[in-house]
């Protein structure tokens, strides 16, 4: 059984910062990249940033580059989002996922597990 669990949402005022964990079990996940997504309420779920677990390889959406951040993974069980000089726009629940090496990232319909979501925040 796999389980993702996000943790680390909350409320923030504009311009402040999260960290997001994602904590992973159930299996090793070397051959896997590693995706953060968000929804916000009447929108499509987006893709904002992604890692591979073996070389470190990071890519970000163009509404988040430059304020969030995915630290390096040293132990394949957690992943983490430092999301510095938050936006109202960036109020949404934010999940995590895993996708095999070679799947499209932040292609949600590549992820093949899915964590429960933590809802972020952010007021004006």
């Known amino acids: 059984q796999v389980h993702l669990v996000e943790s680390g949402g909350g409320l923030v005022q504009a311009g402040g910062s999260l960290r997001l964990s994602c904590a992973v079990s159930g299996r090793t996940f070397s051959n896997y990249a590693m995706g953060w997504f968000r929804q916000a309420p009447g929108k499509e779920r987006e893709g904002v940033a992604d890692i591979s677990w073996s070389g470190g390889t990071t890519y970000y959406a163009d509404s988040v580059k430059g304020r969030f951040a995915i630290p390096r993974v040293y132990a394949n069980t957690t992943v983490y989002l430092q999301m510095d000089g938050l936006k109202p726009e960036d109020t949404a629940v934010y999940y995590c996922?895993?996708?095999?090496?070679?799947?499209?990232?932040?292609?949600?319909?590549?992820?093949?597990?899915w964590g429960q979501g933590t809802q972020v925040t952010v007021s004006s």
């Open positions: 996922a895993a996708r095999r090496l070679g799947a499209r990232r932040l292609q949600s319909g590549e992820y093949d597990y």
